[in-house]
């Protein structure tokens, strides 16, 4: 299918495939709000994250909105868990380490980690946040720091700064100059986009 796409679209296509984060995954444990996980997947096809874990043990799994989204869903893998450890189990067995979201004393401060690892950022839902299974086996708790008298932001707005800063430390390390797939996989990737 290259052959049938003009130069300038052949060319963002790779540079998109080039630029995906394999090694920054985001999941999204039983967020409710549909609208907030679209947005969320909107964010991350901007951060070139290459795959979203859906994690629901709660609540149903959401529909995403091809409208709010933008799209985002046809350009990123998606995995769906419905068991907690299973899902965590998998993600360690890829090599993640589990940096989860969560306002704690002994959370970390986001500007203060190191975001160019091999990293899940986990989410939790609107009102009860991350579960207390999820954060007993996290690597590392992080908050993001506010001045306000508000102590928690929208929790798609959470995933951008979170995703935003994440991109800000792995350009300073040229982390998106280059693919960190093969040659091989990298042309089946450019491959499949020009079939969507």
């Known amino acids: 299918m290259r052959k049938f796409k003009t130069d300038e679209r052949l060319k963002k296509i790779t540079d998109a495939a080039i630029a995906r984060q394999h090694t920054l995954r985001v999941v999204c444990e039983n967020i409710h709000d549909p609208h907030n996980v679209s947005a969320i997947f909107r964010t991350c096809d901007a951060v070139g994250i290459a795959k979203i874990t859906l994690l629901y043990t709660v609540e149903g799994f959401p529909r995403i909105s091809k409208v709010s989204s933008a799209s985002a869903s046809k350009w990123i893998e998606i995995e769906k868990f419905n068991d907690s450890k299973t899902c965590i189990d998998s993600l360690k067995k890829e090599g993640f380490k589990i940096y989860s979201s969560y306002l704690d004393k002994n959370a970390k401060n986001l500007y203060d980690l190191d975001l160019t690892k091999k990293i899940a950022l986990l989410l939790g839902n609107e009102h009860r946040g991350v579960s207390k299974e999820i954060k007993g086996m996290s690597d590392e708790i992080f908050y993001i720091p506010m001045r306000g008298m508000i102590q928690s ?44």
């Open 153 to 196: 932001l929208n929790v798609s707005v959470a995933a951008a700064v979170t995703l935003y800063e994440a991109q800000r430390q792995r350009v300073l390390k040229g982390m998106y100059n280059k693919s960190d797939l093969s040659q091989k996989e990298l042309d089946n990737l450019i491959d499949q986009w020009c079939d969507k």
